[in-house]
């Protein structure tokens, strides 16, 4: 049940794009290169999102494109980072990256961070000084949790580490620096014989896993925590919210004791890269039948056929990437870039990645 050789384990990466977005320009990926005195690299100072592309019938398509864009300008929002990159620039720089690399899937990483001014250096905290450099690369990534947990499920651990307090770090902004506190927990995990850990929040209640939101299944009824349990407001969490409407399931937000976990019929790990990841034990207490329960199942399936094109979206979530023109972006010029009229109409309908949180600052 255990695995020897987790600490060791990760996904391949087997393909990774030849190119990088970056600051309106492909560049090589050899040249995606930064100074190692940047601000980032001391203190952190980077927010990022992570997007997963599809392959469907109808060639790569873009997963909740302008979502994870949105969250990313949040993120550097609450960061102060005023770089002046829009919504629209952004989902065709995706665009155009999945294009150009050729890869029928992959995982996209849109960034943006705090560099180093090479003729003016800055060394301090204060990161003003620092100019903002945006990037976007891709690679084909497997399944985060490894092939079989898709099916059979995960072992998981409760963290001795807690996760974020909301007035240190926002775990709502998807901040590098937060990822120190999820490296604590992923490790704690690993060392242990564990695939991935769970961390409660400051005042003990079940926040999320080091990547991935968390949703319980009891009495036919689905729980997750709140925005208030220092969670990253997740679009896989969303999508599944969602789903269990599409699907009346009936779902709610309230907080979930640490104990509520042990006596749970079913849980699962939702996020980009884990996508729908049935927790068969949690600190070697076997969860219900011990395997993929069926509710789980069911939010899986419909999952999987949304994101492979196969099934209608409760929202418009697919950005086919050959159905949309080339845009500005695409032309290697570094021009300014927007995004063209079939770009907008591929991701207009997508929503802010908090509307559908009801429970911002409630348990
Ligand atoms: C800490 C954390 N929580 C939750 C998630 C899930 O978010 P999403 O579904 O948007 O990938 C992630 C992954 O991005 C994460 O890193």
């Known amino acids: 049940m ?5 600490p060791k384990k990760d996904v391949k990466t087997v393909r990774i794009a030849s190119e ?9 990926w050899d040249d995606a290169r930064i100074h190692v005195m940047s601000h980032v690299i001391h203190y952190g100072s980077s927010v990022f999102e992570g997007v997963r592309c599809y392959s469907t019938k109808r060639g790569p398509a873009i997963y909740r494109l302008r979502e994870h864009m949105k969250r990313l300008l949040n993120s550097a929002k609450i960061y102060r980072m005023d770089h002046g990159r829009t919504i629209d620039e952004l989902c065709a720089a995706a665009i155009g990256l999945v294009k150009r690399s050729g890869l029928d899937q992959c995982y996209l990483r849109p960034i943006i ?5 090479e003729e003016r250096p800055a060394f301090g905290v204060n990161p003003f000084p620092n100019p903002l450099s945006c990037y976007i690369g891709a690679w084909d990534w497997g399944k985060y949790l490894g092939d079989e947990a898709i099916e059979q499920g995960v072992d998981v651990c409760v963290s001795t580490w807690n996760r974020l307090t909301p007035n240190s770090m926002p775990a709502m902004a998807k901040a590098g620096a937060n990822y120190m506190n ?3 927990i992923k ?3 690993l060392t242990n014989g564990y695939a991935e850990g769970i961390a409660l929040d400051d005042r003990g209640f079940v926040s999320e896993g080091s990547g991935e939101n968390i949703f319980l299944v009891h009495d036919g009824k689905v729980i997750t925590p709140p925005l208030s349990s220092s969670i990253l407001p997740g679009i896989t ?5 969602q789903i269990c409407r599409q699907l009346d399931i009936p779902l ?9 976990l042990y006596i749970a019929d079913e849980l699962f790990f939702t996020g980009t890269a884990a996508e729908v990841t049935p927790i068969r034990s949690v600190d070697r207490v076997q969860i219900g039948a011990g395997k993929r329960g069926s509710i789980t199942a069911r939010i899986q399936q419909t999952f999987f056929e949304i994101t ?3 099934r209608p979206a409760p929202g418009d979530w697919l950005t086919y990437v050959n159905e949309t023109q080339p845009s500005p972006v695409a032309d290697n010029n570094g021009h300014p870039a927007n995004a063209d009229r079939a770009t907008r109409a591929a991701t207009a309908e997508a929503t802010d990645p908090m509307s559908s949180y009801s429970a911002v600052v409630t348990d």
């Not at 255990?2 to 987790?6: H, K, N, P, T, Y």
């Not at 709610?252 to 509520?260: I, M």
Request: aromatic share 10%; hydrophobic share 40%; glycine share 8%.
């Open 2 to 6: 255990f695995s020897e050789d987790a």
């Open 237 to 241: 969490r969303d999508s599944v919210i």
């Open 113 to 117: 961070f705090r560099s180093l001014d």
């Open 182 to 184: 999820s490296q604590l």
């Open 187 to 189: 490790m704690e995990a």
């Open 20 to 28: 990088v977005w970056h600051d309106g320009r492909f560049i090589k």
């Open 308 to 310: 492979k094109g196969e």
């Open 252 to 260: 709610v937000e309230e907080g979930v004791q640490r104990a509520a």
